[in-house]
Structures are given as C-alpha cells and as structure tokens.
C-alpha cells in the first residue's frame, strides 16, 4: 500500500553559518496516515448502522422518507 521514499540530502544556500536539516519520519506519517483511515472506517460503519435501525424502526417508506426530509430540514 505504501512505496518506500528515497531520502536525499541537498545542499542549501544561506547566509547563515549553520542549517538545521529536519529529517522527515515516514513512520510517524504513516502511523498518522493509518489512525485517520480507521478513524473513518469506524465513522462509516457507525453511519450504516443508524441507517440500518431507522430503517428497521420504520413502519412504511412513507415514514422513512418524512423523517430523512425532517432531519434534513428541521422542520
């Protein structure tokens, strides 16, 4: 799922006498990356399972679709 990234070093030009060079961490991006992705997945499964028991507490289609119109309104 991830392809490895070639870390390279380049020489950078300043007026400064000294440069400190951050070194990126793939694997905390990535930790990240992984956190965020589950996080979602949870939420989506979280969403299909109200969906699937308003649907079941639902009597008719006609109920089903005046409640999805009242929650997306307000009214």
Known sequence: MYKSMEMTQ???????????????????SR????????????IGIWGVACLLGGLAGAESFHEVWRSMITAFTGM
């Open 31 to 42: 930790l990240g990356l992984g956190i965020i992705m589950v996080m979602a997945a949870f």
């Open 10 to 28: 380049e020489r950078v030009a300043t007026f400064d006498s000294t440069v400190e060079v951050a070194e990126l961490e793939l694997g905390n």
